[in-house]
T-cell receptor, first 113, second 113 residues
């Protein structure tokens, strides 16, 4: 596609449930990033993929968060046992070859009730 | 530790007036600096970036920014603001081929007619 696509755009889930957020990067971009943006804050880094592997997952807040990119294109961010504090906008970005000039998707707004 | 400070949470300017948004960073290596804009419900759009060379960089939509190493600053400017510039602006720093950007908390720009 022309840009980074994230689905769903909005997700409401109950506390304790499992959610998956999808990111479809720009075709040919090998680097993919996930960020989390809480209300009133700037985006915070979660994880970075170069190809299929997670090159840096130091931003994942705890072991309830996990992300995959099995074929080096689409990525899924998975959150287990969601908590109200996980409510945020989750942003995905991709770049060509890991240059930080990344293009961002519109985000998935996750609300945990 | 890497950090970005945007001292102004909100700024209001009149349409046609000049604009300067402040950004100060703390970064241990050679910084690569970015300004992004985020309109409501939209993803982050890159306005401009500084990697090296001329410290005054031009971006899209008539924006420019000046890198001042001695002041650890990368302020964003526009000579004449348009109502459509109302949005939230984020400054970010990273290593060019690094794995993540560190964002400031953002500055919300309001434009009054």
């Amino acid at each position: 596609g022309a840009g980074v696509s994230q689905t769903p755009s909005n997700k409401v889930t109950e506390k304790g449930k499992y959610v998956e957020l999808r990111c479809d990067p720009i075709s040919g971009h090998t680097a993919l990033y996930w960020y989390r943006q809480s209300l009133g804050q700037g985006p915070e880094f979660l994880i970075y993929f170069q190809g299929t592997g997670a090159a840096d997952d130091s931003g994942l807040p705890n072991d309830r968060f996990f992300a995959v990119r099995p074929e080096g294109s689409v990525s899924t961010l998975k959150i287990q046992r969601t908590e109200r504090g996980d409510s945020a906008v989750y942003l995905c970005a991709s770049s060509l070859g890991g240059d930080l000039e990344a293009f961002f998707g519109q985000g998935t707004r996750l609300t945990v009730v | 530790a890497q950090s970005v400070t945007q001292p102004d949470i909100h700024i209001t300017v009149s349409e046609g007036a000049s604009l300067e948004l402040r950004c100060n960073y703390s970064y241990g290596a050679t910084p690569y600096l970015f300004w992004y804009v985020q309109s409501p419900g939209q993803g982050l759009q890159l306005l401009l970036k500084y990697f090296s060379g001329d410290t005054l960089v031009q971006g899209i939509k008539g924006f420019e920014a000046e890198f001042k190493r001695s002041q650890s600053s990368f302020n964003l400017r526009k000579p004449s603001v348009h109502w459509s510039d109302a949005a939230e602006y984020f400054c970010a720093v990273g290593a060019r081929y690094g794995n993540k950007l560190v964002f400031g908390a953002g500055t919300i720009l309001r434009v009054k007619s």
